[in-house]
Structure formats: C-alpha cells, structure tokens
C-alpha cells in the first residue's frame, strides 16, 4: 500500500533528478551503485520507505538540501470538481478514475481518497507542465 506522503516525497525526488536531468541508471552511476535504479525508483513511487539518512544522502546527491524536498503538509481541505476535469482532461481522468473503482469493485462510488487527489495531481501537472520545466 502506498501512502500519501511516501507518495509526495517520491514525486519531489522524481523532480530532484530529473531536474539534473538523470536517468534512475544515471543515480546507481553517479553514485556508484549505492543508490540502485530499481530502488530509487520504488522511492519514486512511493512504493518503498527511505531511511532519513539515505534521503539526506539522495538529496545531497541531487544537489539539493533535504528540507528542500519534505513535502508540506496537504490542504485537507480541497475539493475536486470531477466534472469540470472530465471536460478539462476528460479522457486521462475517467480512464483512472473507472481504474480505481474497478480495482476496488466499487462502480459508480464517488469516493475519492487522499491519495487519489495526489495521483490525480501529479496526472495533470505532468499534462500541463511543458517539456523541459
């Protein structure tokens, strides 16, 4: 199970790197092979806790101060409009959303959990966020 804020901190270690314009197999090199690629990228997904020392190692890696990268706390107290998104970036979004209630065998629920909000998040930085930024 991955949690929200595993999550969050992946995605600000995902940015870290590719900000330096690194491949996962680019960190292992870079960093030879203390950071392997397929750990770093469970990291990235949240898929796998990180020590507080090997975050403050990556981070120094990346070139960054590790309070750089520590997400701040989520605004509990947003809301998303599923149907102003389904006519923004309809496709993507019905794809996911019909993919979590499939998963949870739950059709036609209208929950959305914390951690939904964040992947949902990341889908639509990553859509309107431009090559190169």
Do not use: C
């Not at 796998?48 to 990346?62: E, K």
């Amino acid at each position: 199970m991955i949690d929200e804020f595993n999550l969050s901190l992946g995605q600000r270690l995902r940015a870290a790197r590719r900000q330096r314009a690194w491949s996962l197999g680019d960190v292992e090199t870079q960093t030879d092979g203390e950071f392997k690629a397929s750990v770093v990228g469970a990291y990235e997904r949240g898929e796998r806790a990180i020590s507080v020392q090997r975050f403050v190692r990556l981070s120094g890696v990346y070139g960054k101060n590790a309070a750089e990268l520590l997400p701040s706390e989520p605004d509990r107290n947003v809301v998303i409009d599923l149907d102003a998104l389904a006519s923004e970036d309809g496709d993507m979004v019905e794809r996911y959303l019909a993919a979590i209630q499939m998963i949870r065998r739950h059709p036609g629920g209208d929950e959305v959990r914390e951690s939904d909000r964040a992947v949902i998040s990341s889908l639509l930085r990553s859509v309107r966020t431009p090559v190169g930024d």
